[in-house]
């Protein structure tokens, strides 16, 4: 190939890869773009743009992504169903998917690391902060309403600070100062605590530089069960060793912290009582579901609907606020809902081409589906693209993809 030629195309991928690792970020949801009418509009447009200007002038699009594309449109048809019958409709997300899903590994691998730069660099002045307030400074914040209307009819409001959102229910006072658990720029604490968890799993937990630092302190700093559990499965995984000094170093800093901050509620409870509800009853830690929507799972379960599903956003509009994998199943039905794990598992094992591939996956198979007994994200943006980097990442692939450490 020319050089000039070679160099024009890097070009094209690097612009690529920029662009869709920041979707991947607004797809999230910072706290920025909740009052903007026009962002998913634009978001819509630059996905196609993109996509169709790199495929002409990459004229390359492989024999696996055709498969992949087709799977995911058979899903996608399923969802076009609801109580009413047919109701036609398409969104970003199923736009972005369909997009990223034309491109080759190179892309989907530096589309992550591009989101994992961004995703750790706008978590920095939340940690800074985090400490700041815990020491009594005083920072100034405004009113910020939910944008989620369920978390409206609550009653609860965000302080807006610079660079970071905090939900008020989930701050504590401690002495002159106050902690919380950390929201970052994301709409909750549990949003922090999964996709740390999840990055730490397909950078094979690797803390040995600034971000994969950043990824650990805000999982921590979160107070997210999640994010704990997650972690924690994922070390006896793959190292036993690491959750050793962890624990340990954990043990010595909570042994000499203040009683004032070991009797706060954010440790006490967060930490302390959940993580031992965790073994003794799972039931009182089990938070995603609620007396409203089990109502309607178990007639759902025994309705004609339980093939197809009840149709797109039915979980959202019966307004029981949960989050669970039954949400997707309540939505697509149990056909619609094997059809997207079938996706995950046959982009899986499309990139195994050995047994090592396959044991390095594994831990982030474990964790992904884990993942979505209490954050059921298969039709997300965001959740899709971490899972197929991460894949091309932890592979040894033999195609054009940097064997560099994906946090280089």
Known sequence: MDVSLKIKHSFIDEGVSLIFGSLIFLTLRPYFIWESKFIYSIVFVLAITVTLAWSLLRARISKSSVVFISVFLSSFFLNQFTLHGAYPWISVVVVLILCFLLFDEKIYKNTLKVFINIYALVSIPSILMFFLL????????????????????????????????????????????????????????????????????????????????????????????????????????????????????????????????????????????????????????????????????????????????????????????????????????????????????????????????????????????????????FDTFWFFAIFVGGVISLVNSKSNVSDRGILQ
């Open 134 to 377: 815990a020491a009594g400074v005083n920072l100034e914040w405004e009113y910020l309403e939910p944008y989620s209307k369920a978390k409206q009819s609550t009653g609860v409001y965000y302080r807006e600070y610079f660079g970071m959102v905090v939900l008020n229910t989930q701050i504590f006072t401690l002495g002159t100062g106050e902690l919380f658990r950390l929201s970052s720029v994301f709409p909750e604490p549990g949003v922090v605590g999964t996709v740390s968890a999840l990055l730490l799993t397909v950078t094979r937990f690797d803390v040995k530089n600034w971000k994969g630092v950043i990824l650990l302190v805000s999982g921590i700093l979160s107070f997210s069960l999640a994010f704990y559990v997650l972690a924690c499965m994922y070390l006896i995984l793959k190292k036993p060793f690491y959750l050793f000094i962890l624990a340990g170093l954990l043990s010595a800093l909570f042994f000499y912290l203040p009683d004032d901050i070991k009797d706060n509620r954010i440790i006490k409870y967060y930490v302390m009582e959940r993580g031992e509800a965790l073994f003794v009853n799972f039931d009182e830690v089990d938070n995603r579901l609620n007396d409203c929507f089990e109502r309607r799972y178990d007639e759902f379960l025994n309705s004609s609907d339980i093939f197809i599903g009840n149709g797109y956003k039915a979980s959202i509009s019966t307004m029981c606020n949960v989050s669970s994998y039954k949400n997707v199943i309540y939505d697509y039905g149990i056909i619609g809902f094997l059809i997207l794990v079938l996706l995950y598992i046959i982009i899986l094992l499309s990139k195994i081409r050995t047994k090592s591939d396959f044991m390095n996956c594994v831990p982030l198979l474990i964790v992904f589906f884990a993942t979505s007994y209490q954050r059921p994200a």
